[in-house]
Structure formats: structure tokens, C-alpha cells
């Protein structure tokens, strides 16, 4: 069986509409939703999660229809559904609804035949969005069977602690510098700072500081002189500017330099380390450090948290060895929500809300209708195609170009960008897959294209390709309980004529927020170096697939007040966003439809509420005659179509003369239907914190707000 065809999830097609960016919808307002005819007032209540299997999916709802002159009669509908999701934009949309069940305990046979046909009517008008927000919440109502990626590398990378404004410069292995052409400047091309050789001297440039030394390596420090006219001319052509709001950094603080050519971490702190209660627990943390740094009062051990994975030790100054998440001290599962470090460490400790909602985000996959006709890629190789073998598949993947490229059965597959396409020839010409590749599960996560497993072909019609891919295609893996950034693997990159990179875990701060996703900083010093993730006459430097571009507020005395670029071409593991940024909005071909994007293509395919404009007139937040009603939303259906409502705290089911206490022996557990009637408290917490999240000041690029 699919591992998806267990992931209990859903969606609704009933949905009035998506919250907005700039606020989430008021929840008791919001449910249940009303619709009247002539013939009958129905009133819809939160859907109740069933199935997702690839990007269809099953629900039921608890419903009541009056009838003209009729007590109302309470039953349960269910409904399926194409699914498409864009996390971008907070969105899911429904296609192809189709109702598959109607039951209403309490009715007489010729009622039932009656409501079932209001029912059927009325389920093309319901409406075709849902909040991102609500759907997660609403899977914590049912167990899930999380997917878990293989055996991760967990081994620290070297941890650097520094107690003054430090930046940590990565270059991916041995420098290598070019010639710049129609200069006499040689570029490092395998780092996203830029450092340049001119002469004698190498220069790195901060965001408004040169620095200078006699080795690539270093030691740098601050430039006495400005360099050369070319030298800084090439900076301004290859170095992104700064948002006009962005924050000035001090100029009084010039940050110190430490170069590393192998995966590193730099941890640090405003001097002594200034550490704070975590209340309710006899944990203290770091305030004055943009790492999450914990220390558990009772060991006196601490343990920081990078790239999702926690690792610990008796100092910062290390040595720091993987701590499995389960095997942390109690009282991490007691730290607050509303504490300082907040959800963002929830996330990563298991058994929390926050880990467990993180969890089920990382299996809902972004999808996209794909033309057929029009979606292409094109594959460049550094000379001649080079296919290395995977070790224990019948599998080899190209090792000298961008792309990520499989030699399959004598047939050669690229994928590109949450698309798969195939070639009997490793240059082309290719055409949209119509099929997952055979064999792709195999993948070891050794192996620098391992995220593509996790991109699927779903279905196909002459015409479309509807395809998807989780977060762990960009990054975002389950594991022990929680999810974490990266395999953790280091990934050897091509160097012949180009420079090819490969997806890094470490180096760049990688940390969760439950509503950005996975984002960088680069701590007190993030703003201070210019970077570029494009490249002169080169593919860009890879980075982190989570990284989100733009900037962000430092933490305080101008540190880390500044900007860094992004790129959108990142080829291997996507652009900026893992898990959050939509993928197919980047392509320039092919895409008919993702959610939040309406298609630009003539109608086609199967004919469908897929490929055609809706027919729903305008009005109301869920289509015609669908909207709020001010009746409470705590109404709830079991499989077999009995209906209950929770009363004052206390629960009570529909029979044929009313509400009554206590009901059939047969209803579900007080559990189950209290973890129903949770789930959808927690739709609406979701909804506003993400709102709060969007409007505060962030202390990190792509994460939540930091501590002052």
C-alpha cells in the first residue's frame, strides 16, 4: 500500500473560502455553513478528516437539511476531491468534488431519497477552497502513519563558539578561483561571499566593509584601502542591493572573520553567555544569542538546536555529540508556546503539538496540472554525460550538470523543478513523465538526489500531468519523531570547466518556524557580508533549499540588521522556501494550474472543474447562496452517519426525537470526539498565529520572531 493511502488528511469542499495573509477568518464564524433554496435550508459543520492518497482525497461532514415546514434532519455527507495545495499562499483548492455517500440515520426511506437528492444538487455550489492552516490542524483529529526517511547523517559539523560579532565565511571544499573575464580579477566561485583576488591580496566584502588578506583562507581583516575601481564595480554587478528599508548595520561593529572549507556551525553569544528561566521548567536559555541554546539546570549539560537536530554538550566551547529527540530532559516538552523561544523549539522536540503538526505538514504535497505540450527542461553537461551508479539500485545518476538525472532501464529522467520528464538520450529532447519513474524509493539518502523520491506523478489525461512533491524534496525530512533540515550528508560537487554544487545541511543557521518553514541567518553578523546565490558565468551557489530571500530585523546593536540575497534557480533542491515557496509558480512553462494560480490555458483535459472556469456565480464566501451561519460549529459525525454535538462540554447525539444525553452504546469514545472538537480550536489558533506571525518584526530570514 502507498504510504499516502494512510496518511488520514483532508480537505473540504465545502470551504467558503482561504483566510488571507493579512488575517486569519474568524473561526465562529466561519462554521457551519449555510445554504438556502427554495426547497431546503442545509447547514454544513467543519469537515471531519478521513483520507489523502497522492493528491485525491476523502471527508465527511455532519450536515442538517430543513425542509419547507420540516423539523430539521441531521445526517453526515462524504465527498472526494483532487487536491491542489500551494503553501506559498496558504491556499488548497478542491477539483473534481464528488459526493459518494449520504446517510441520515433518523429519516424514513423515501426521506432519505429526498435529502440525498438536495444533498447531490447543492455540492457543486459549496465552494473550492480551504485554509491551509485549517487542514493541518484538522489531521491531529486522526492517528497518523508518518512516513520516516531513511538513516540520516546526524554527526555534528564542526560547532565554532565565539562571544564577539563573528561571521562564518563557507567555501564548498578547495577555493577555486576564475578568471572574471575582461579583468584582471579572480573570483572565488564555489562560496556565495564574494571573495575576489586581485594582485597580491584577496578581498571579501562585507555589506559595508572590505576586507583583505594575503591567503584565500585568511586571516582577514578590515581593509586600510578601498580596493581597485574593478574590484569594487564587480561587486556592484554581482552582489544584490538591499530592500530600501532595509536596517543600516552599526558601522562601529565590524564583525570577525572565520573561513571554513568543510561543514560548519557558528554559535555566539554577546560576550559571557546571558542566560534566562524558561518558566515552568528548570531550564535556562541563551537570550543574547541567536542560536537556540538551552542548558538543563539538573546535568548542567546544554544543547543547541541546528538544522532541526539537537546536539549536546557540558560547554559551548564543545565537544557536541547528536541527541536524539526522544532522549532529551523532560521538562523541554513542558518549555511554554508563548515563552520566548516558542514553537519554533517545540517543533523539534517530539511528542509536542507543534512536532506533531510539523510532522503532518511535511506529507502534504504541493501540486500542479502540467501541460504536456508546452513543459520542457533542458539538461547542459560539463563535456560528455558522466553517470555514476547507486550503489545496491540498478540506478546510476549524471554527475557533471545541475540537473538532477537518472539513468532508469536504458531510459534517462530529469527532474526539474517538482516535474519529471524523460529522453531515450541524456541531452533530449524530453517530455513531460506521465509515470513516477520505476525504482525511485530505492534511494539512499547518501546519494545527492535523494530528494526526488519524493516527487510523484499522480495521474494523466492526454492533455495534463498532475504531479506533486512533499517538503522533503526541498529539504524538509521526518525523523526520530520531528522534522529536520537536510541529510546531513556532504555532497561532493562537480569541478571540471563548471562548478557544480550539491545540497548542503549545514553552514547557514537553518532553523524552523512552524509558519515560515525552514529559513537561514546568519547570527550577529547575517547582515554585515554581501552575498550572492547567482553566479558569473556559473550556476549559483546551492545553499540551504530552505532559505527564504529577503531580510531581516537583527537582534539588537545593528547586529545581524541587513539583507541577503536569494536565487530562484536552484535546480537540485528548488528555490528559497523548502516546504513553503511554491515551486511551479517559478517556471516559466507548463504549468496550467496550481492552487492560488489560475490557469492561463484554454479549458482541455478531462473537461473537468480541473481545466475549465468555474461556473459558480459570484457571491458569498463558498459560491452562490453558500455562507456563514451564526449557528455554533460543534456538530460532529461518526462513519456510520450518526450525528453528536457538543453541549456545554457535554456530548449529546441526534436520535429521532432530539438531542439526547448519552445516545447508542455504539458512539464513538468521549476521546475521539473531544480530539474532533479540539482539532477544530486549534484550525482557528493556527490561523490567527499565523497572522500575528506575519505582521511582527521577524528576528531571522523566513523564521518566526526573536527574542530582545
Given at each position: 500500500?502507498?504510504?499516502?493511502?494512510?496518511?488520514?488528511?483532508?480537505?473540504?469542499?465545502?470551504?467558503?473560502?482561504?483566510?488571507?495573509?493579512?488575517?486569519?477568518?474568524?473561526?465562529?464564524?466561519?462554521?457551519?455553513?449555510?445554504?438556502k433554496e427554495k426547497k431546503a435550508k442545509i447547514l454544513v459543520y467543519q469537515p471531519q478528516l478521513e483520507t489523502f492518497d497522492d493528491n485525491r482525497l476523502t471527508a465527511r461532514s455532519a450536515v442538517s437539511v430543513t425542509m419547507k415546514d420540516a423539523a430539521p434532519v441531521f445526517g453526515a455527507v462524504w465527498f472526494d476531491a483532487r487536491v491542489e495545495v500551494d503553501r506559498e499562499d496558504r491556499e488548497v483548492e478542491l477539483k473534481e468534488t464528488k459526493v459518494?455517500?449520504?446517510?441520515?440515520?433518523?429519516?424514513?426511506?423515501?426521506?432519505?431519497?429526498?435529502?440525498?437528492?438536495?444533498?447531490?444538487?447543492?455540492?457543486?455550489?459549496?465552494?473550492?477552497?480551504?485554509?491551509?492552516?485549517?487542514?493541518?490542524?484538522?489531521m491531529t483529529a486522526v492517528d497518523q502513519e508518518k512516513m520516516t526517511s531513511e538513516q540520516l547523517n546526524n554527526a555534528p559539523p564542526e560547532i565554532i563558539y565565539a562571544k564577539v560579532p563573528s561571521i562564518l565565511v563557507l567555501i564548498d571544499g578547495k577555493p577555486i578561483a576564475q578568471d572574471v573575464p575582461n579583468s584582471s580579477v579572480k573570483r572565488v566561485i564555489n562560496t556565495p561571499f564574494f571573495i575576489v583576488e586581485q594582485g597580491s591580496n584577496w578581498y571579501l566584502k562585507g555589506a559595508e566593509t572590505w576586507y583583505d588578506s594575503k591567503d584565500v583562507l585568511g586571516p582577514y581583516e578590515k581593509s586600510r584601502n578601498k580596493p581597485s575601481k574593478s574590484v569594487v564595480d564587480l561587486a556592484d554587478q554581482m552582489v544584490a542591493k538591499p530592500p530600501a528599508d532595509a536596517p543600516k548595520p552599526d558601522k562601529k561593529v565590524i564583525p570577525e572573520v572565520v573561513v571554513r572549507t568543510t561543514p560548519a556551525e557558528l554559535i555566539q553569544t554577546e560576550g559571557d553567555p546571558d542566560y534566562e528561566p524558561v518558566a515552568g521548567t528548570t531550564l535556562l536559555f541563551v537570550k543574547d544569542s541567536d542560536t537556540n541554546i538551552i542548558m538543563d539546570t539538573g546535568t548542567q549539560m546544554h544543547f543547541i538546536l541546528i538544522a532541526g537536530r539537537w546536539y549536546g554538550s557540558k560547554t559551548l566551547e564543545g565537544p557536541w555529540k547528536y541527541v536524539n529527540g526522544f532522549d532529551l530532559p523532560a521538562d523541554f516538552a513542558k518549555i511554554p508556546a508563548d515563552s520566548p523561544l516558542g514553537e519554533e523549539v517545540l517543533a523539534s522536540i517530539p511528542g509536542t503539538q507543534a512536532a506533531r503538526e510539523a510532522l503532518l505538514e511535511n506529507q502534504i504535497p504541493t501540486t500542479a496540472e502540467v501541460d504536456r505540450k508546452t513543459a520542457t527542461v533542458t539538461v547542459t553537461y560539463d563535456g560528455e554525460p558522466q553517470f555514476?551508479?547507486?550503489?545496491?539500485?540498478?540506478?546510476?545518476?549524471?554527475?557533471?550538470?545541475?540537473?538532477?538525472?537518472?539513468?532508469?532501464a536504458n531510459k534517462y529522467?530529469?527532474?526539474?523543478?517538482?516535474?519529471?520528464?524523460?529522453?531515450?538520450?541524456?541531452?533530449?529532447?524530453?517530455?513531460?513523465?506521465?509515470?513516477?519513474?520505476?525504482?525511485?524509493?530505492?534511494?539512499?539518502?547518501?546519494?545527492?538526489?535523494?530528494?526526488?523520491?519524493?516527487v510523484q506523478v499522480y495521474e494523466s489525461t492526454p492533455d495534463v500531468v498532475y504531479v506533486g512533491y512533499t517538503p522533503a524534496y526541498t529539504g524538509s525530512y521526518i525523523y526520530n519523531g520531528c522534522v529536520v533540515y537536510g541529510t546531513g550528508y556532504y555532497y561532493q560537487p562537480w569541478y571540471g570547466a563548471y562548478y557544480?554544487?550539491?545540497?548542503?545541511?549545514?553552514?547557514?543557521?537553518?532553523?524552523?518556524?512552524?509558519?515560515?518553514?525552514?529559513?537561514?541567518?546568519?547570527?550577529?553578523?547575517?547582515?554585515?557580508?554581501?552575498?550572492?546565490?547567482?553566479?558569473?558565468?556559473?550556476?549559483?551557489?546551492?545553499?540551504?533549499?530552505?532559505?527564504?530571500?529577503?531580510y531581516h530585523h537583527g537582534y539588537r546593536h545593528g547586529f545581524g540588521a541587513g539583507y541577503?540575497?536569494?536565487?530562484?534557480?536552484?535546480?537540485?533542491?528548488?528555490?528559497?522556501?523548502?516546504?513553503r515557496d511554491n515551486l511551479y509558480k517559478g517556471r516559466q512553462d507548463g504549468i496550467r494550474n496550481t492552487a492560488g494560480r489560475p490557469s492561463q490555458q484554454p479549458a482541455g483535459g478531462r473537461g473537468s472543474a480541473a481545466t475549465r472556469p468555474s461556473q459558480q456565480p459570484a457571491g458569498g464566501r463558498g459560491g452562490a447562496g453558500a455562507r456563514p451561519s451564526q449557528q455554533p460549529n460543534n456538530v460532529?459525525?461518526?462513519?456510520?452517519?450518526?450525528?453528536?454535538?457538543?453541549?456545554?462540554?457535554?456530548?449529546?447525539?441526534?436520535?429521532?426525537?432530539?438531542?439526547?444525553?448519552?445516545?447508542?452504546?455504539?458512539?464513538?469514545?468521549?476521546?475521539?470526539?473531544?480530539?474532533?472538537?479540539?482539532?477544530?480550536?486549534?484550525?482557528?489558533?493556527?490561523?490567527?498565529?499565523?497572522?500575528?506571525?506575519?505582521?511582527?518584526?521577524?528576528?531571522?530570514?523566513?523564521?518566526?520572531?526573536?527574542?530582545?
Open positions: 500500500m502507498n504510504y499516502r493511502t494512510r496518511i488520514i488528511a483532508a480537505t473540504l469542499v465545502l470551504a467558503a473560502g482561504t483566510a488571507t495573509v493579512a488575517g486569519a477568518r474568524d473561526f465562529d464564524k466561519t462554521w457551519p455553513k449555510e445554504i459518494t455517500d449520504v446517510k441520515f440515520p433518523t429519516a424514513s426511506p423515501e426521506g432519505i431519497a429526498e435529502l440525498r437528492k438536495v444533498i447531490e444538487d447543492e455540492v457543486p455550489r459549496w465552494g473550492d477552497k480551504l485554509n491551509y492552516d485549517e487542514l493541518v490542524a484538522l555514476k551508479a547507486i550503489e545496491g539500485t540498478q540506478m546510476s545518476y549524471a554527475i557533471n550538470t545541475d540537473k538532477s538525472v537518472l539513468l532508469i529522467y530529469c527532474c526539474d523543478q517538482g516535474i519529471w520528464f524523460e529522453s531515450d538520450n541524456a541531452t533530449g529532447p524530453w517530455a513531460v513523465s506521465t509515470a513516477t519513474p520505476a525504482g525511485i524509493s530505492s534511494i539512499p539518502p547518501e546519494v545527492p538526489v535523494y530528494n526526488v523520491k519524493y557544480y554544487p550539491r545540497p548542503v545541511t549545514f553552514g547557514f543557521n537553518v532553523h524552523y518556524s512552524p509558519y515560515a518553514g525552514w529559513g537561514m541567518s546568519f547570527g550577529f553578523s547575517y547582515g554585515w557580508f554581501s552575498m550572492s546565490f547567482g553566479g558569473y558565468g556559473h550556476p549559483g551557489y546551492w545553499g540551504p533549499g530552505g532559505y527564504h530571500a529577503g541577503v540575497a536569494g536565487s530562484r534557480n536552484n535546480p537540485r533542491v528548488g528555490h528559497h522556501g523548502a516546504g460532529y459525525s461518526d462513519k456510520n452517519g450518526n450525528v453528536y454535538r457538543n453541549q456545554n462540554g457535554q456530548w449529546e447525539q441526534r436520535g429521532k426525537d432530539g438531542w439526547e444525553k448519552g445516545g447508542s452504546q455504539n458512539r464513538p469514545s468521549t476521546n475521539d470526539l473531544n480530539r474532533q472538537y479540539q482539532s477544530r480550536e486549534r484550525s482557528q489558533q493556527r490561523q490567527q498565529s499565523y497572522s500575528r506571525s506575519q505582521s511582527r518584526p521577524s528576528g531571522r530570514s523566513g523564521g518566526g520572531g526573536r527574542r530582545r
